[in-house]
T-cell receptor, first 112, second 115 residues
Framework: NAGVTQTPKFRVLKTGQSMTLLCAQDMNHEYMYWYRQDPGMGLRLIHYSVGEGTTAKGEVPDGYNVSRLKKQNFLLGLESAAPSQTSVYFC???????????FGPGTRLTVT | AQSVTQLDSHVSVSEGTPVLLRCNYSSSYSPSLFWYVQHPNKGLQLLLKYTSAATLVKGINGFEAEFKKSETSFHLTKPSAHMSDAAEYFCVVSEVTGGGNKLTFGTGTQLKVEL
């Protein structure tokens, strides 16, 4: 039981490049969330999913896309990276009863 | 709309002295409230949560928090700080929406523990 894993742990991109971040969970949770964390701003929700095949926008969705083709995986894509997307990205998998969020270790992304 | 205010961005204490990290919230509904801790270059770990049961909530590592509805506060305390408590702490409020529980994070309080 690995909990929530994120791949990769670190990445450096040039402006305009694309990449996909992978979040995987082995707890059979329906809900999965992607957050970004920036200094002095806490965590902000980018996109979320309430089940396989479903996605929805969060607080800061612009510049990101997501897919949830398999229940255990939630992918976050950057089609054309910008320096403003330099951040630490956290994925969370949610147990609803009782409610608790399980966070991955994070992906540190730098866009130059 | 819900919101969370962590009143101090930085708190510094001496080892062995009490810790108080302050959090105020606003919510249209009966909220669930959480405290998370994040050590440097690590993910977030749940310290404790309030979900409308006992107003005094005990968490891991000796931390506890008291839900005070009249003051809309959920302050985090620990009687005696340890060096290993140095980390960033986030207060989080949750409300149920059509998309599940929506979490709103505070901006964090950096706790420094000095010898």
């Amino acid at each position: 039981n690995a909990g929530v894993t994120q791949t990769p742990k670190f990445r450096v991109l040039k402006t305009g490049q694309s990449m996909t971040l992978l979040c995987a969970q082995d707890m059979n949770h329906e809900y999965m969330y992607w957050y970004r964390q920036d200094p002095g701003m806490g965590l902000r929700l980018i996109h979320y999913s309430v089940g396989e095949g479903t996605t929805a926008k969060g607080e800061v969705p612009d510049g990101y896309n997501v897919s949830r083709l398999k229940k255990q995986n939630f992918l976050l894509g950057l089609e054309s990276a910008a320096p403003s997307q330099t951040s630490v990205y956290f994925c969370a998998s949610i147990r609803t009863i009782p409610y608790e969020q399980y966070f991955g270790p994070g992906t540190r992304l730098t866009v130059t | 709309a819900q919101s969370v205010t962590q009143l101090d961005s930085h708190v510094s204490v001496s080892e062995g002295t009490p810790v108080l990290l302050r959090c105020n919230y606003s919510s249209s509904y009966s909220p669930s409230l959480f405290w998370y801790v994040q050590h440097p270059n690590k993910g977030l770990q749940l310290l404790l949560k309030y979900t409308s049961a006992a107003t005094l909530v005990k968490g891991i590592n000796g931390f506890e928090a008291e839900f005070k509805k009249s003051e809309t506060s959920f302050h985090l305390t620990k009687p005696s700080a340890h060096m290993s408590d140095a980390a960033e702490y986030f207060c989080v409020v949750s409300e149920v929406t059509g998309g599940g529980n929506k979490l709103t994070f505070g901006t964090g309080t950096q706790l420094k523990v000095e010898l």
